[in-house]
């Protein structure tokens, strides 16, 4: 039998996030209060999951120990030790069995925290978005399942969670590599404007970095454009409201970005785009 402390290490990875550190609403009071436990529990696995993949002190074959482990507990394979991190994945497994959402949108996760766990390189956009099909993706398939929707929400579903990812990318790009040394704009676009990962460190954003910020923004229109049509995908009224919020509160983030510099400090939402999605959540109440 496998030594249990080897496989789950002592180190403790939580970063101490929550869902109120999001961009977005988790769980928010648009969702229906009986099926909110099952969102947290979902929420609670992949925070831990991502904690792991994020760590500064753990080696990357530590990281991918534990991820499979969070796996073999989550599929029943391993009893879950007395310990958070196990208990998420439990805990999402009770869930799922009990609501029938398939576990591919909590497996898919672990695919693209296994790649940054060993610090994938992201050459190309399409190289972006087939990670963004793993890390991000699953999460809007885990909500349309949740709330018994048609399969026809699943294309702008995909395409506003992977808005999303790539956002919050740029949001974060330079503190990315500072501090985990990993890097989510593609090498190849950099090498066309002129530009490097090292400019990400400079403090502020250069014309050439500008062009290449302004590139990928050009791509996450695209899909915020597709991501418009979720909300009348929705049966649930309540889930297209917040589908609808969500939506607009990505339009809003991109327009920011586009006028302010992530490099000099993080680029975030504002009280005044809160009150402009609410009225976009409004629109979709009917």
Request: include cysteine.
């Amino acid at each position: 039998m496998t030594n249990t402390t080897s496989v789950w290490g002592t180190a403790d990875v939580s970063s101490g996030k929550g869902a109120s550190d999001e961009n977005f609403p988790v769980g928010s009071l648009l969702i229906s209060k009986r099926l909110r436990p099952h969102v947290h529990a979902y929420y609670d696995y992949a925070r831990v999951i991502d904690d792991i993949a994020d760590s500064e002190t753990l080696a990357p074959d530590d990281k991918i120990t534990r991820l499979d482990a969070m796996e073999e507990v989550l599929l029943g394979k391993r009893e879950p030790i007395n310990r958070p991190d196990a208990q998420s994945a439990a805990t999402l497994r009770r869930s799922l069995l009990q609501t029938h959402v398939p576990f591919e949108t909590a497996t898919d996760l672990l695919i693209a925290f296994r790649d940054d766990s060993r610090g994938h390189v992201y050459q190309t956009w399409n190289d972006l978005l087939q990670y963004c099909r793993y890390s991000a993706n699953p999460v809007g398939r885990y909500l349309i399942g949740l709330h018994e929707e048609s399969s026809a929400a699943f294309a702008p579903s995909d395409a506003l969670c992977t808005s999303l990812q790539i956002l919050n990318h740029l949001q974060d790009c330079a503190g990315d590599l500072k501090r985990l040394k990993r890097c989510y704009i593609p090498a190849d676009l950099m090498q066309r404007c002129g530009t490097s990962q090292d400019d990400l460190l400079a403090g502020s954003t250069s014309p050439a970095m500008r062009r290449v910020f302004n590139t990928m923004l050009d791509g996450v229109d695209a899909l915020n454009q597709q991501a418009s049509a979720l909300a009348a995908h929705i049966r649930d009224r309540r889930f297209r409201m917040e589908c609808a919020a969500i939506v607009d509160l990505a339009h809003c983030l991109t327009r920011r970005l586009r006028r302010e510099d992530p490099l000099a400090g993080r680029v975030a939402l504002r009280r005044t785009d809160g009150m402009h999605a609410a009225i976009a959540a409004l629109r979709a109440w009917a």
